[in-house]
T-cell receptor, first 114, second 114 residues
Framework: AQSVTQPDIHITVSEGASLELRCNYSYGATPYLFWYVQSPGQGLQLLLKYFSGDTLVQGIKGFEAEFKRSQSSFNLRKPSVHWSDAAEYFCAVEVTGGGNKLTFGTGTQLKVEL | NAGVTQTPKFQVLKTGQSMTLQCAQDMNHNSMYWYRQDPGMGLRLIYYSASEGTTDKGEVPNGYNVSRLNKREFSLRLESAAPSQTSVYFC?????????????FGPGTRLLVL
């Protein structure tokens, strides 16, 4: 069965600094990959997703993610973090034949220092 | 469009009590999902409904029942609540039950079972 690992439970960055959130997946083939963001007290919102093609994917709010097959990774990046980016970020995978079910990582809580 | 709405926002139950969590979407989506979110565990799928009139078990269905009342509404019922069901519950919907579809989430219901 597929699995998703987000090794960082908490990350703190200063406003204006760059950000990279790590995500590793375990699956035999290339899965469908997603990043969702959850602001405090809110539901999850899709930031971006990757299926195939260009391995660098652009999303909303200035985020991007890069798929690296050799490392089974799909890390999320942002060049300059804003205070409003403080939230919890979830990586998720979906696999063919998996019943169209998302498997989520455990999340990374981002704190932004002003 | 309100998107995905959930009621109630908060609920406190005593062990053994029953309750129904309501979810509705106004995006004309075919598929709907119920997740629970627990600290350090990400989101786990409880039940889903691929289309009106169908429901299927997800990863953690025990202790829950669901009803797809119509295309808009998908309810989750706890027949006899247990402390282990203390969690945050999210409803989501997708246009179709196809791989890669973006899931749209409601704001969640926070449930405490004493």
């Amino acid at each position: 069965a597929q699995s998703v690992t987000q090794p960082d439970i908490h990350i703190t960055v200063s406003e204006g600094a760059s950000l990279e959130l790590r995500c590793n997946y375990s699956y035999g083939a290339t899965p469908y990959l997603f990043w969702y963001v959850q602001s405090p007290g809110q539901g999850l919102q899709l930031l971006l997703k990757y299926f195939s093609g260009d391995t660098l994917v652009q999303g909303i709010k200035g985020f991007e993610a890069e798929f690296k097959r050799s490392q089974s990774s799909f890390n999320l990046r942002k060049p300059s973090v804003h205070w409003s980016d403080a939230a919890e970020y979830f990586c998720a995978v979906e696999v063919t034949g998996g019943g169209n079910k998302l498997t989520f990582g455990t999340g990374t809580q981002l704190k932004v220092e002003l | 469009n309100a998107g995905v709405t959930q009621t109630p926002k908060f609920q406190v139950l005593k062990t053994g009590q029953s309750m129904t969590l309501q979810c509705a979407q106004d995006m004309n989506h075919n598929s709907m999902y119920w997740y629970r979110q627990d600290p350090g565990m990400g989101l786990r799928l409880i039940y889903y409904s691929a289309s009106e009139g169908t429901t299927d078990k997800g990863e953690v269905p025990n202790g829950y029942n669901v009803s797809r009342l119509n295309k808009r509404e998908f309810s989750l019922r706890l027949e006899s609540a247990a402390p282990s069901q203390t969690s945050v519950y999210f409803c989501a919907s997708t246009r179709q039950r196809e791989i890669g579809e973006t899931q749209y989430f409601g704001p969640g219901t926070r449930l405490l079972v004493l």
